[in-house]
């Protein structure tokens, strides 16, 4: 699987932005997908995901409730829409994919076997 993040950018606090992530391959419904952010001397840290195998949608407290993530599988996309932003969301926003997480793992980047490259989102204050 390759994957494709885009929609980064410059915002100020309360603004919104939308990142998406296209995926390559046919299988892309049998994957887990997950939103990752890593902001400047921080460890990469789960933000949103969707466990492949119940199909439900999982948030970070830190982003529940401004932030939601969906899943296209006809269109092999992942978005992320991001409202209420605070300069704390600056970091740059990964999208990752795995085959085989289970659901205990699956905020672990250690589950994860695919990544795009990265989108940088600065919310300034």
């Known amino acids: 699987v390759q994957l494709q993040a885009s929609g980064g950018g410059l915002v100020q606090a309360g603004g919104s932005l939308r990142l998406s992530c296209a995926a390559s391959g046919r299988t892309f419904s049998g994957y887990t997908m997950a939103w990752f952010r890593q902001g400047p001397g921080k460890e990469r840290e789960f933000v949103a995901g969707f466990f492949r195998n119940n199909g439900r949608t999982y948030y970070s407290d830190s982003v529940k409730g401004r932030f939601t993530a969906s899943r296209d599988n006809a269109k092999n996309m992942v978005s992320l829409q991001m409202n209420s932003l605070t300069p704390e969301d600056t970091a740059v926003y990964y999208c990752?994919?795995?085959?085989?997480?289970?659901?205990?793992?699956?905020?672990?980047?250690?589950?994860?076997?695919?990544w795009g490259q990265g989108t940088q989102v600065t919310v300034s204050s």
């Open positions: 990752a994919a795995s085959r085989g997480a289970i659901l205990s793992a699956m905020t672990s980047r250690n589950a994860y076997d695919y």
